[in-house]
């Protein structure tokens, strides 16, 4: 029914909320004409108080005297009477709104009263006096503030009787909501009379006379609010048959799901003395009833008033105590029905699986948007988050608290601190999510931390169940050794840094090992565990002064055994002592605990004593000592940590102190004298404690002290920090920034950066931190004259820190101006994006953002631009940014053809064999910077191949004496006129040999003969210029000079094993002029310690290598790669270096030069596949390796990469039978090779590394996964045939594991696809199975090496593979893509055109199964496991690089039917909230599809089997939902709208489907009239305005 004509043309404006129409003259008239109809006549003044007899016998009753209202049918007659005799009709009618709202309120609970309103709202409507747009949100509003004003006089009622012998209901002002007017001098106040209508006041004897009076008043309020909604569900019934606005819809809807959610308030009503609260079943169960008519009016299918998804987000689902009304029920389950199928197109498949391996280094940030500014304080990495009801990301710290123990998310948690323990993470990364336990936080931080996913709890368990791990370890006889080492070096991290409550730490222990494990405490493993931690303070206090020190006492001492296993063995010492050594802090600590100390390992400290005396104190030759020393020195750590210290401190200063020699008689410095540094195998025993000390002890030799450091004292520093890089990690800017004054401490603390600790760096996440700190060094000393050295140590150690990072970064810690770094560093600054950027992709998308910005810092200081061959390789993103920069170098040849002569006079005067040195100072102090930076080429133009033209002396002090800054200046510009003249003399007919020739003895004037300049930053300088064709020629001919490769190689000859922690022979200190060349060592009176001019080219050496490559030079880089192959081998990062050329140029290497980059490595030492040699060496033509051997290397990466499961996972068989397999505990270690069948070379797996071992990458998971990588990357044949391969072994993976274990018990089960059909479309057919068979793969021995059942174990291969694949590059993942759709679109049951829509829909939900419970029942389909390798590949994936999941749809349209558009939005919806930070993105992938949308019900599609919109109602639900969340920019809140632009889009592909589905997307649109989110935009834009 549509509204009059004449309401129509009336204007839209809702009533004033100004009390101007209380006194209008219309409105007394109005009023009495409804009292009339009402029949209530004037009996009191409206501010007389209604009065009760002052006692019952006084009470009368009488019978009112009136005349009958007139008939209903007279009242349009007498307003229309009203409406001729009144002015404007638009005041009439918000006067008459007003009014009838007024009367609703005091009339709902009189049911004549109520029908007669109702009819009267009828009439006045059908005559244009009732606006529903206007007068719906106003008597809602009216009604919101009765509501409240009753409750606030119950409250206030009650209140008053506790305290009160007289109750008295205080006047309730009248409550005006938007359009309702106060009362008139001749009309009862709406709300004020109902309360007192009902008001219970008097003087009453008794307390529970009171009692019961305020209780009969509390009945009848809640009987009058039930009355009230019931009239008001009525007449929204009445307005909502009219066309009303959406946001009028929206108002109702709100108001009806705040009553619902609200229906059990108690200020209705008031508890009796039994507990039970009062209320009217009836009166409540009709106005439910009629709430819910009103919500299934609004959410009908056919009219859409308001979108069900708003019933989704309303949380009616979630009400406590739920009403016994079947109507509500039935909603509450639809809603929940809905839901689940809603949230599924949010969730991954697997998702419960995805967790971090911790096989790459980035840490992805995953920021809440629109949190408050003190929450920003706290935010945090969020490395798992726990999905919502709605399937939404969740995390927080109120939300982890609140996951019970056991749970799957609980499990989850666990099983990712579980692998983090095992694994050794990042510390960075601890720290983004560690949380301080309750017990040790203070007081001043308020409330929850957002992004905090653990608790401690879930840590306490995880740290208990790898103590139990490694017990179970140790008592099979394996050398687990190390594991502990590395154990205990996160475990006291852990424990300083408070994440657990240690008291109930120990008490959850002690129930553990006495419980379902108490036979596996056999040795004194945890008791030397704990005295590790002993000394930290948090310890301390719980053993000192806590509540329940004694008890904790007691049960700390309760994990000693006695271990003599072998009593020279050190472990086996310092396991037999540590008993006593424990005993000897605790009685230290307090007397109270003595009592239960035992003695005889209190005595036992003597023999400890004893061996100190008469071997300790004195000097003793650590190289040599025996094993039992060894074990003693360690025990002696734990007792005597000072005096150990000491001693340490005495044996690396045994050989004395020496004068340094070549210095002035008056200007002596003293220099420790050199002996060997402490081996490794001695310092891994020493305690924390011993540790820490010595650090610190050693830092105040090393920075303070002024006798100059032995190389042996900085090494062993440097292995300290190296061997427990969690808890001794230092930053040495923060620590040592007074000292940096100093030369030598600055030189000292950039040479130990530099050469010793650069991986621990990037290991620790501090490398962007140090670069700022390092590039505040460069900036400050490139103009500060005569001060060379420091300034290209800090210069190279820069270069290598740009060169490690692997992860998008700002230039400046403030990201605020132009950048300090030099031209170089800015160039390596680009090289570096660009090798990340094409290898490694860009992980948020914040940083896409800042890339342009960055870029612009980076090229404001750089004059520099890329010829064409270095930019083809550069990914789109830099290429697009860089191509149109203007080149400048013709401008600079210009320059210096301008000023040659001036130049080319004043180098003559300066450089010529007679001039004069005091020219020198002359020509400083008179020469301009413009023609400074041309000395080196007027220089060159002298020699003209004959160095003895000039004077090296003046040359060599003028280049001394200028800034660093003007030498780089020089050393460009010295290229630039190089290139130039190389040309000129061949136009002048010279040949080219003879002009190289010329300038090979030139260039060894200046760097072999008088080493004036760096050779690093030329060669940079020099292959920058690759745009010239002889620039890489002379690059060729530099590293091919005997010379340098003299120089070399004397260096690898001094420096020993490129693992300086494995060397334990004095080091040889080199003379400062031998190792560092006249330019730099010139008047430095400062030793080096590791630092030469040699080692300065290990950053150049791999650039010089992609430059040859760009340059299609394979043949000049397999010669460069050969000849400093063992030079590279000291390279920091090689592993880095080989993995990334590797993926940069792939698809553009041959065969050889692959194996010269893989023999950088040192083979043996990479856990490699048993035949990955075979394939790579292959001298025939290329085959693929069978799938087998990807099936090993998957296999690998399930054994050593993924987070292993434990038996409560839910991926787990349902039979039980191989529980104790399941448990994590079961797992083998990293590295421990189960028999022969494990994949790799044995020498490549001897147990857990510790970091010292594998800084490069950092972690053994990243060694792992990052080898499997350079396998991939390496192997002789196309990228679409290796996606081919693994994708097969995922498709048929279920089924293949169940053949090989249990012969046919796949088919038999009827898991082939010729079965049931299509109720079971199963991806493991008969002739899948055949097919993988025939390809080779042998899997009989896969589940025994994995330790999982073949269930577990094919979903782990699943997230194994995505894991793999997403680690390589973008050429890879378009093969992905390719092969995914293939076997998506040749599923058969999905383009069989005889199967009715309910089998396809029946064969989707089976199919899309997640993969870990399709196995459990062997269901497991080929499209469900594809699915599920793109999900988990996606999650693995940086944010750039998902702009190229586009391509899956592509290939699958056009979609035809709706089960494929089902398998659209299950493959790519997931993907949507991931998006919600990346607007272009998300709208471009949610226009696609829509687009698929338009396929099937598009108006003029033609689907083989008619659809009905209804049947993907869920995924017009989705669509809703995820456009709230990315307008959100995270979790959907009752205020989150879609963007304008967003609905702008929708509304677009809307227009191009059928109508029925146009209209289940008409809220989804950016026009106010049809819908609500629209209007809302509206609203919020006039509020803004106005």
Same mark, same amino acid.
């Given at each position: 029914?549509?509204?009059?004509?004449?309401?129509?043309?009336?204007?839209?404006?809702?009533?004033?909320?100004?009390?101007?129409?209380?006194?209008?003259?219309?409105?007394?008239?109005?009023?009495?004409?409804?009292?009339?109809?009402?029949?209530?006549?004037?009996?009191?003044?409206?501010?007389?108080?209604?009065?009760?007899?002052?006692?019952?016998?006084?009470?009368?009753?009488?019978?009112?005297?009136?005349?009958?209202?007139?008939?209903?049918?007279?009242?349009?007659?007498?307003?229309?009477?009203?409406?001729?005799?009144?002015?404007?009709?638009?005041?009439?009618?918000?006067?008459?709104?007003?009014?009838?709202?007024?009367?609703?309120?005091?009339?709902?609970?009189?049911?004549?009263?109520?029908?007669?309103?109702?009819?009267?709202?009828?009439?006045?409507?059908?005559?244009?006096?009732?606006?529903?747009?206007?007068?719906?949100?106003?008597?809602?509003?009216?009604?919101?503030?009765?509501?409240?004003?009753?409750?606030?006089?119950?409250?206030?009622?009650?209140?008053?009787?506790?305290?009160?012998?007289?109750?008295?209901?205080?006047?309730?002002?009248?409550?005006?909501?938007?359009?309702?007017?106060?009362?008139?001098?001749?009309?009862?106040?709406?709300?004020?009379?109902?309360?007192?209508?009902?008001?219970?006041?008097?003087?009453?004897?008794?307390?529970?006379?009171?009692?019961?009076?305020?209780?009969?008043?509390?009945?009848?309020?809640?009987?009058?609010?039930?009355?009230?909604?019931?009239?008001?569900?009525?007449?929204?019934?009445?307005?909502?048959?009219?066309?009303?606005?959406?946001?009028?819809?929206?108002?109702?809807?709100?108001?009806?799901?705040?009553?619902?959610?609200?229906?059990?308030?108690?200020?209705?009503?008031?508890?009796?003395?039994?507990?039970?609260?009062?209320?009217?079943?009836?009166?409540?169960?009709?106005?439910?009833?009629?709430?819910?008519?009103?919500?299934?009016?609004?959410?009908?299918?056919?009219?859409?008033?308001?979108?069900?998804?708003?019933?989704?987000?309303?949380?009616?689902?979630?009400?406590?105590?739920?009403?016994?009304?079947?109507?509500?029920?039935?909603?509450?389950?639809?809603?929940?029905?809905?839901?689940?199928?809603?949230?599924?197109?949010?969730?991954?498949?697997?998702?419960?699986?995805?967790?971090?391996?911790?096989?790459?280094?980035?840490?992805?940030?995953?920021?809440?948007?629109?949190?408050?500014?003190?929450?920003?304080?706290?935010?945090?990495?969020?490395?798992?988050?726990?999905?919502?009801?709605?399937?939404?990301?969740?995390?927080?710290?109120?939300?982890?608290?609140?996951?019970?123990?056991?749970?799957?998310?609980?499990?989850?948690?666990?099983?990712?601190?579980?692998?983090?323990?095992?694994?050794?993470?990042?510390?960075?990364?601890?720290?983004?999510?560690?949380?301080?336990?309750?017990?040790?936080?203070?007081?001043?931080?308020?409330?929850?931390?957002?992004?905090?996913?653990?608790?401690?709890?879930?840590?306490?368990?995880?740290?208990?169940?790898?103590?139990?791990?490694?017990?179970?370890?140790?008592?099979?006889?394996?050398?687990?050794?190390?594991?502990?080492?590395?154990?205990?070096?996160?475990?006291?991290?852990?424990?300083?840094?408070?994440?657990?409550?240690?008291?109930?730490?120990?008490?959850?222990?002690?129930?553990?090992?006495?419980?379902?494990?108490?036979?596996?405490?056999?040795?004194?493993?945890?008791?030397?565990?704990?005295?590790?931690?002993?000394?930290?303070?948090?310890?301390?206090?719980?053993?000192?002064?806590?509540?329940?020190?004694?008890?904790?006492?007691?049960?700390?001492?309760?994990?000693?055994?006695?271990?003599?296993?072998?009593?020279?063995?050190?472990?086996?010492?310092?396991?037999?002592?540590?008993?006593?050594?424990?005993?000897?802090?605790?009685?230290?600590?307090?007397?109270?605990?003595?009592?239960?100390?035992?003695?005889?390992?209190?005595?036992?400290?003597?023999?400890?004593?004893?061996?100190?005396?008469?071997?300790?104190?004195?000097?003793?030759?650590?190289?040599?000592?025996?094993?039992?020393?060894?074990?003693?020195?360690?025990?002696?750590?734990?007792?005597?940590?000072?005096?150990?210290?000491?001693?340490?401190?005495?044996?690396?200063?045994?050989?004395?102190?020496?004068?340094?020699?070549?210095?002035?008689?008056?200007?002596?410095?003293?220099?420790?004298?050199?002996?060997?540094?402490?081996?490794?195998?001695?310092?891994?025993?020493?305690?924390?404690?011993?540790?820490?000390?010595?650090?610190?002890?050693?830092?105040?030799?090393?920075?303070?002290?002024?006798?100059?450091?032995?190389?042996?004292?900085?090494?062993?520093?440097?292995?300290?920090?190296?061997?427990?890089?969690?808890?001794?990690?230092?930053?040495?800017?923060?620590?040592?920034?007074?000292?940096?004054?100093?030369?030598?401490?600055?030189?000292?603390?950039?040479?130990?950066?530099?050469?010793?600790?650069?991986?621990?760096?990037?290991?620790?996440?501090?490398?962007?931190?140090?670069?700022?700190?390092?590039?505040?060094?460069?900036?400050?000393?490139?103009?500060?004259?005569?001060?060379?050295?420091?300034?290209?140590?800090?210069?190279?150690?820069?270069?290598?820190?740009?060169?490690?990072?692997?992860?998008?970064?700002?230039?400046?810690?403030?990201?605020?101006?132009?950048?300090?770094?030099?031209?170089?560093?800015?160039?390596?600054?680009?090289?570096?994006?660009?090798?990340?950027?094409?290898?490694?992709?860009?992980?948020?998308?914040?940083?896409?953002?800042?890339?342009?910005?960055?870029?612009?810092?980076?090229?404001?200081?750089?004059?520099?631009?890329?010829?064409?061959?270095?930019?083809?390789?550069?990914?789109?993103?830099?290429?697009?940014?860089?191509?149109?920069?203007?080149?400048?170098?013709?401008?600079?040849?210009?320059?210096?053809?301008?000023?040659?002569?001036?130049?080319?006079?004043?180098?003559?005067?300066?450089?010529?064999?007679?001039?004069?040195?005091?020219?020198?100072?002359?020509?400083?102090?008179?020469?301009?910077?413009?023609?400074?930076?041309?000395?080196?080429?007027?220089?060159?133009?002298?020699?003209?191949?004959?160095?003895?033209?000039?004077?090296?002396?003046?040359?060599?002090?003028?280049?001394?004496?200028?800034?660093?800054?003007?030498?780089?200046?020089?050393?460009?510009?010295?290229?630039?006129?190089?290139?130039?003249?190389?040309?000129?003399?061949?136009?002048?007919?010279?040949?080219?040999?003879?002009? @190289? *020739?010329?300038? #090979?003895? /030139?260039?060894? $004037? =200046?760097?072999?003969?008088?080493?004036? &300049?760096?050779?690093? +930053?030329? %060669?940079?300088?020099?292959?920058?210029?690759?745009?010239?064709?002889?620039?890489?020629?002379?690059?060729?001919?530099?590293?091919?000079?005997?010379?340098?490769?003299?120089?070399?190689?004397?260096?690898?000859?001094?420096?020993?094993?490129?693992?300086?922690?494995?060397?334990?022979?004095?080091?040889?200190?080199?003379?400062?002029?031998?190792?560092?060349?006249?330019? @730099? *060592?010139?008047? #430095?009176? /400062?030793?080096? $310690? =590791?630092?030469?001019?040699?080692?300065? &080219?290990?950053?150049? +050496?791999? %650039?010089?290598?992609?430059?040859?490559?760009?340059?299609?030079?394979?043949?000049?880089?397999?010669?460069?790669?050969?000849?400093?192959?063992?030079?590279?081998?000291?390279?920091?990062?090689?592993?880095?270096?080989?993995?990334?050329?590797?993926?940069?140029?792939?698809?553009?290497?041959?065969?050889?030069?692959?194996?010269?980059?893989?023999?950088?490595?040192?083979?043996?030492?990479?856990?490699?596949?048993?035949?990955?040699?075979?394939?790579?060496?292959?001298?025939?033509?290329?085959?693929?390796?069978? %799938?087998?051997?990807?099936?090993?290397?998957?296999?690998?990466?399930?054994?050593?990469?993924?987070?292993?499961?434990?038996?409560?996972?839910?991926?787990?068989?349902?039979?039980?039978?191989?529980?104790?397999?399941?448990?994590?505990?079961?797992?083998?270690?990293?590295?421990?090779?189960?028999?022969?069948?494990?994949?790799?070379?044995?020498?490549?797996?001897?147990?857990?590394?510790?970091?010292?071992?594998?800084?490069?990458?950092?972690?053994?998971?990243?060694?792992?996964?990052?080898?499997?990588?350079?396998?991939?990357?390496?192997?002789?044949?196309?990228?679409?045939?290796?996606?081919?391969?693994?994708?097969?072994?995922?498709?048929?993976?279920?089924?293949?594991?169940?053949?090989?274990?249990?012969?046919?018990?796949?088919?038999?089960?009827?898991?082939?696809?010729?079965?049931?059909?299509?109720?079971?479309?199963?991806?493991?057919?008969?002739?899948?199975?055949?097919?993988?068979?025939?390809?080779?793969?042998?899997?009989?021995?896969?589940?025994?090496?994995?330790?999982?059942?073949?269930?577990?174990?094919?979903?782990?291969?699943?997230?194994?593979?995505?894991?793999?694949?997403?680690?390589?590059?973008?050429?890879?993942?378009?093969?992905?893509?390719?092969?995914?759709?293939?076997?998506?679109?040749?599923?058969?049951?999905?383009?069989?055109?005889?199967?009715?829509?309910?089998?396809?829909?029946?064969?989707?939900?089976?199919?899309?199964?997640?993969?870990?419970?399709?196995?459990?029942?062997?269901?497991?389909?080929?499209?469900?496991?594809?699915?599920?390798?793109?999900?988990?590949?996606?999650?693995?994936?940086?944010?750039?690089?998902?702009?190229?999941?586009?391509?899956?749809?592509?290939?699958?349209?056009?979609?035809?039917?709706?089960?494929?558009?089902?398998?659209?939005?299950?493959?790519?919806?997931?993907?949507?909230?991931?998006?919600?930070?990346?607007?272009?993105?998300?709208?471009?992938?949610?226009?696609?599809?829509?687009?698929?949308?338009?396929?099937?019900?598009?108006?003029?599609?033609?689907?083989?089997?008619?659809?009905?919109?209804?049947?993907?109602?869920?995924?017009?639900?989705?669509?809703?939902?995820?456009?709230?969340?990315?307008?959100?920019?995270?979790?959907?809140?009752?205020?989150?709208?879609?963007?304008?632009?967003?609905?702008?889009?929708?509304?677009?592909?809307?227009?191009?489907?059928?109508?029925?589905?146009?209209?289940?997307?008409?809220?989804?649109?950016?026009?106010?009239?049809?819908?609500?989110?629209?209007?809302?935009?509206?609203?919020?834009?006039?509020?803004?305005?106005?």
């Amino acid at each position: 029914m549509d509204q009059s004509q004449q309401q129509q043309q009336r204007t839209v404006a809702a009533p004033s909320s100004s009390r101007s129409y209380q006194f209008h003259p219309a409105r007394a008239a109005i009023v009495d004409l409804f009292n009339l109809y009402l029949g209530r006549g004037i009996l009191q003044k409206p501010d007389e108080p209604i009065r009760d007899p002052p006692n019952k016998s006084q009470k009368r009753v009488h019978a009112p005297v009136r005349d009958l209202p007139p008939g209903n049918e007279q009242f349009i007659v007498d307003f229309e009477k009203l409406q001729t005799q009144l002015g404007d009709p638009d005041q009439l009618r918000a006067i008459t709104e007003s009014v009838l709202i007024s009367i609703v309120l005091q009339c709902s609970n009189h049911a004549p009263r109520a029908e007669f309103l109702l009819f009267a709202l009828r009439t006045l409507c059908g005559i244009g006096y009732v606006n529903w747009d206007t007068f719906l949100p106003s008597l809602l509003s009216s009604v919101s503030a009765a509501e409240a004003s009753l409750s606030q006089a119950a409250t206030a009622g009650s209140a008053a009787t506790t305290s009160s012998s007289q109750s008295l209901v205080p006047v309730v002002p009248s409550a005006h909501g938007v359009g309702s007017p106060g009362p008139s001098g001749n009309e009862p106040g709406s709300v004020t009379t109902l309360s007192k209508s009902l008001d219970v006041s008097g003087s009453v004897a008794g307390q529970t006379v009171r009692d019961n009076a305020v209780r009969n008043s509390q009945r009848v309020r809640a009987a009058a609010i039930n009355s009230l909604r019931q009239l008001s569900c009525k007449i929204i019934l009445i307005g909502i048959e009219f066309n009303l606005k959406p946001v009028t819809h929206s108002e109702i809807f709100q108001c009806m799901m705040s009553w619902l959610v609200n229906w059990d308030k108690r200020d209705l009503g008031t508890e009796d003395s039994a507990g039970k609260t009062w209320r009217s079943e009836k009166a409540l169960a009709e106005w439910l009833r009629s709430c819910l008519e009103v919500i299934w009016l609004l959410v009908e299918v056919g009219k859409s008033r308001v979108p069900f998804y708003e019933l989704l987000r309303s949380g009616l689902q979630f009400i406590e105590n739920i009403p016994d009304d079947e109507g509500l029920f039935t909603l509450i389950m639809e809603i929940h029905r809905r839901r689940d199928a809603m949230a599924m197109h949010m969730l991954m498949l697997d998702q419960h699986l995805h967790c971090p391996t911790f096989g790459t280094h980035r840490i992805s940030s995953q920021t809440t948007a629109n949190v408050s500014a003190e929450a920003v304080t706290h935010l945090r990495h969020s490395p798992i988050t726990y999905p919502s009801v709605l399937g939404e990301p969740l995390s927080g710290e109120d939300l982890a608290m609140s996951i019970p123990q056991g749970s799957l998310d609980w499990e989850r948690a666990v099983r990712c601190i579980r692998h983090a323990i095992r694994t050794t993470p990042s510390p960075d990364w601890w720290k983004h999510v560690l949380v301080v336990a309750p017990c040790y936080r203070p007081s001043a931080q308020a409330g929850p931390i957002p992004g905090a996913v653990f608790t401690s709890d879930m840590i306490c368990e995880a740290i208990i169940d790898r103590i139990v791990e490694l017990l179970k370890l140790t008592n099979s006889d394996a050398n687990c050794w190390q594991e502990w080492l590395v154990f205990s070096d996160i475990f006291f991290f852990l424990i300083k840094s408070g994440c657990t409550d240690f008291v109930d730490f120990i008490d959850k222990l002690v129930l553990r090992l006495n419980g379902d494990d108490n036979n596996i405490l056999r040795t004194n493993h945890v008791t030397w565990l704990l005295s590790q931690i002993i000394r930290v303070e948090l310890v301390m206090t719980a053993l000192n002064s806590d509540l329940k020190k004694v008890e904790t006492t007691r049960k700390i001492l309760s994990f000693h055994r006695e271990d003599r296993t072998d009593p020279n063995n050190p472990q086996s010492v310092l396991l037999d002592f540590v008993s006593s050594c424990q005993n000897l802090r605790i009685w230290s600590l307090s007397a109270t605990t003595r009592a239960y100390l035992n003695n005889e390992q209190l005595l036992k400290g003597k023999q400890i004593d004893e061996w100190w005396r008469s071997k300790g104190e004195r000097m003793m030759d650590y190289m040599n000592l025996d094993d039992r020393s060894i074990g003693m020195f360690w025990v002696v750590s734990y007792t005597m940590a000072q005096p150990a210290c000491e001693t340490v401190i005495n044996w690396l200063s045994s050989a004395g102190v020496a004068e340094l020699p070549g210095m002035p008689p008056n200007d002596r410095v003293m220099m420790m004298q050199e002996v060997s540094p402490l081996p490794m195998s001695l310092l891994s025993g020493f305690s924390m404690n011993l540790c820490l000390k010595l650090a610190l002890q050693m830092e105040e030799a090393l920075f303070v002290s002024q006798v100059v450091p032995s190389i042996a004292m900085v090494e062993t520093y440097t292995r300290l920090l190296l061997i427990s890089p969690h808890s001794m990690f230092r930053s040495h800017f923060t620590r040592n920034a007074s000292l940096l004054s100093k030369p030598g401490v600055t030189l000292l603390i950039l040479e130990i950066l530099n050469y010793r600790l650069l991986p621990l760096y990037r290991y620790q996440g501090k490398s962007k931190s140090l670069m700022y700190d390092v590039t505040k060094i460069v900036s400050a000393m490139k103009v500060k004259r005569a001060d060379h050295r420091i300034f290209r140590l800090a210069e190279n150690l820069c270069m290598n820190l740009i060169l490690s990072l692997r992860d998008f970064f700002s230039v400046k810690r403030d990201q605020k101006g132009p950048t300090d770094f030099n031209e170089t560093l800015s160039r390596i600054t680009i090289m570096t994006l660009a090798i990340t950027i094409k290898t490694r992709g860009i992980a948020d998308a914040d940083h896409l953002v800042y890339l342009q910005t960055m870029l612009e810092q980076v090229l404001a200081t750089s004059q520099h631009t890329w010829s064409e061959k270095t930019l083809r390789h550069f990914p789109s993103l830099l290429r697009d940014a860089l191509i149109g920069r203007v080149d400048k170098r013709g401008l600079s040849i210009q320059a210096w053809q301008q000023a040659e002569t001036t130049v080319l006079n004043q180098c003559t005067q300066l450089l010529s064999p007679s001039a004069e040195p005091a020219y020198v100072m002359t020509y400083l102090s008179h020469s301009f910077p413009q023609h400074r930076q041309y000395l080196c080429a007027g220089a060159c133009l002298l020699m003209q191949g004959n160095p003895d033209k000039i004077n090296s002396a003046n040359l060599a002090r003028v280049l001394r004496e200028v800034s660093p800054d003007e030498v780089t200046a020089n050393i460009y510009t010295f290229v630039d006129v190089l290139l130039h003249n190389v040309h000129v003399d061949l136009q002048r007919g010279h040949g080219l040999e003879e002009i @190289l *020739s010329k300038h #090979d003895a /030139n260039l060894a $004037f =200046f760097f072999w003969t008088h080493e004036m &300049l760096p050779l690093d +930053i030329f %060669l940079l300088a020099l292959i920058d210029r690759d745009d010239d064709p002889h620039a890489l020629i002379i690059a060729k001919r530099i590293l091919e000079r005997p010379e340098l490769l003299q120089r070399i190689n004397v260096f690898c000859g001094n420096r020993g094993n490129p693992e300086h922690w494995l060397c334990t022979q004095v080091f040889k200190r080199n003379e400062l002029q031998k190792a560092l060349g006249n330019h @730099l *060592s010139f008047k #430095d009176r /400062n030793p080096t $310690f =590791f630092d030469d001019i040699a080692a300065r &080219l290990l950053p150049v +050496i791999p %650039l010089v290598v992609y430059r040859f490559i760009e340059n299609n030079a394979m043949d000049t880089a397999d010669k460069i790669l050969t000849a400093y192959s063992s030079f590279l081998a000291y390279h920091p990062l090689r592993f880095t270096f080989v993995r990334d050329i590797l993926a940069y140029f792939y698809g553009h290497l041959p065969g050889q030069l692959v194996v010269k980059i893989l023999r950088v490595l040192g083979l043996s030492k990479i856990p490699f596949s048993e035949s990955f040699p075979q394939y790579i060496t292959h001298t025939g033509a290329a085959t693929c390796p069978p %799938l087998d051997y990807f099936a090993n290397l998957l296999l690998n990466l399930v054994n050593n990469v993924i987070p292993p499961l434990s038996s409560s996972s839910n991926c787990s068989s349902r039979s039980g039978s191989m529980a104790d397999i399941l448990n994590s505990s079961a797992r083998l270690p990293h590295g421990k090779t189960p028999g022969a069948s494990q994949p790799g070379p044995a020498n490549a797996s001897e147990g857990q590394k510790a970091f010292y071992q594998i800084q490069d990458p950092g972690t053994y998971t990243q060694l792992v996964l990052e080898t499997a990588v350079i396998e991939i990357l390496s192997l002789p044949v196309s990228a679409a045939q290796i996606v081919s391969s693994l994708v097969q072994i995922i498709v048929n993976i279920q089924s293949t594991l169940i053949q090989s274990g249990n012969g046919f018990h796949g088919a038999a089960n009827g898991v082939g696809q010729g079965s049931v059909l299509p109720t079971s479309p199963s991806g493991g057919s008969t002739d899948s199975m055949s097919a993988s068979r025939s390809s080779c793969m042998n899997t009989a021995s896969f589940v025994s090496r994995s330790g999982y059942t073949c269930q577990q174990l094919s979903c782990l291969l699943i997230q194994a593979c995505g894991l793999l694949l997403a680690q390589l590059p973008p050429e890879f993942h378009t093969q992905l893509y390719m092969e995914a759709s293939r076997v998506t679109r040749e599923t058969w049951w999905l383009s069989d055109g005889k199967r009715s829509q309910g089998e396809l829909d029946s064969a989707v939900g089976y199919a899309l199964m997640d993969p870990t419970w399709a196995a459990q029942d062997n269901t497991s389909t080929a499209i469900g496991n594809v699915v599920a390798l793109l999900h988990t590949f996606f999650s693995n994936l940086p944010q750039e690089w998902l702009d190229g999941t586009h391509l899956i749809i592509k290939n699958l349209r056009p979609v035809t039917s709706v089960a494929m558009l089902r398998v659209v939005f299950r493959i790519m919806g997931p993907l949507l909230p991931r998006l919600a930070n990346t607007h272009a993105l998300f709208n471009k992938t949610l226009a696609l599809l829509l687009s698929t949308m338009v396929d099937v019900f598009g108006k003029n599609s033609q689907t083989p089997v008619p659809v009905e919109a209804s049947q993907i109602a869920d995924l017009i639900d989705f669509l809703h939902h995820v456009v709230h969340y990315e307008g959100q920019g995270g979790t959907v809140q009752s205020s989150s709208k879609p963007r304008p632009d967003t609905l702008a889009l929708i509304g677009r592909a809307a227009d191009s489907l059928r109508p029925d589905v146009q209209h289940l997307l008409s809220h989804l649109r950016t026009d106010p009239n049809s819908s609500i989110y629209a209007a809302a935009h509206q609203n919020t834009a006039k509020t803004n305005t106005s």
